[in-house]
């Protein structure tokens, strides 16, 4: 059950990525030149998704993997090219069919279900290993880990998602985004400090049977975010306080 401070992030997200930010977010996913500031971008969110695709087995053939937030699809196409069944979903349907259309010459063989809607559908099924790439990073701490004991009822294997950092110059950057005209804002990112994120993990009932297992944080230029891995424990155990540290 989401709250209704998930639902009213999840409906501005909507419109910021179907609409507001969708050329540039189409842009940054390619190639095609970018300013300096969003190369750094760019050049940090592929260190992070090659980072999280080196937390999922070699090979993920018969592994089901869920995307969570799949944008312009990068993630799922090289999980697909790997063997795995992707079910790649995402709130703004611009997007997901720039996602289908740019992973069809991709994909030889392989395919992905690609779905326009909540990553917290329980109709998607149970999954393998949920991937949540910079997609839960514009919730609040409260409404991430609800997010995340859902998904982990319906995963057997692990969890591997990024939250934002609380740095001093993010904070910095925060102050400076609102001085830009309401329209033009990107809905905030809630950053989330290490001890916040191993004590609300701690707090909930449905994560128990997972443990943090690797951590690793990318700075580049202007993108910094922490990975998290959250590994299913077989059989489960009471939650360890010890386990990887944010780097
Ligand atoms: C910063 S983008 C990251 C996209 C992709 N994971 C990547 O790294 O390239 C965040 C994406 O999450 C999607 N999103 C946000 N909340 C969502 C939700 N509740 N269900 C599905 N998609 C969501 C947004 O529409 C957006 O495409």
């Given at each position: 059950m989401t709250s209704t401070s998930y639902a009213a992030r999840r409906s501005q997200l909507t419109t910021y990525f179907d609409r507001t930010a969708v050329e540039a977010w189409a842009r940054l996913t390619t190639d095609a030149p970018v300013s300096k500031i969003r190369a750094t971008v760019r050049a940090g969110r592929d260190a992070m998704r090659a980072n999280l695709l080196s937390w999922l087995p070699d090979d993920l053939t018969g592994r089901r993997i869920l995307d969570a937030g799949c944008g312009t699809g990068a993630l799922s196409v090289e999980a697909a090219r790997r063997g795995a069944e992707v079910v790649a979903i995402d709130v703004s349907p611009t997007l997901v069919d720039l996602a289908r259309e740019r992973s069809a010459e991709l994909l030889g063989g392989h395919r992905?279900?690609?779905?326009?809607?909540?990553?917290?559908?329980?109709?998607?099924?149970?999954?393998?290993?949920?991937?949540?790439?910079?997609?839960?990073?514009?919730?609040?701490?409260?409404?991430?880990?609800?997010?995340?004991?859902?998904?982990?009822?319906?995963?057997?294997?692990?969890?591997?998602?990024?939250?934002?950092?609380?740095?001093?110059?993010?904070?910095?950057?925060?102050?400076?985004?609102?001085?830009?005209?309401?329209?033009?804002?990107?809905?905030?990112?809630?950053?989330?400090?290490?001890?916040?994120?191993?004590?609300?993990?701690?707090?909930?009932?449905?994560?128990?049977?997972?443990?943090?297992?690797?951590?690793?944080?990318?700075?580049?230029?202007?993108y910094l975010s922490n990975a998290v891995e959250l590994k299913r424990l077989d059989p489960p155990q009471p939650f360890p306080q010890g386990g990887g540290r944010l780097s």
């Open positions: 992905i279900d690609f779905r326009v809607g909540d990553m917290l559908d329980p109709r998607l099924g149970h999954f393998d290993h949920v991937v949540a790439m910079d997609s839960l990073i514009h919730y609040s701490a409260g409404d991430i880990f609800r997010a995340l004991a859902e998904l982990g009822l319906r995963t057997d294997g692990s969890l591997v998602f990024t939250v934002a950092p609380r740095t001093a110059l993010l904070t910095l950057m925060h102050a400076a985004g609102r001085l830009f005209p309401r329209g033009d804002r990107a809905p905030a990112i809630v950053p989330i400090t290490e001890g916040g994120l191993r004590r609300r993990i701690g707090g909930e009932a449905a994560l128990a049977g997972f443990a943090v297992g690797r951590t690793q944080r990318v700075n580049s230029g202007f």
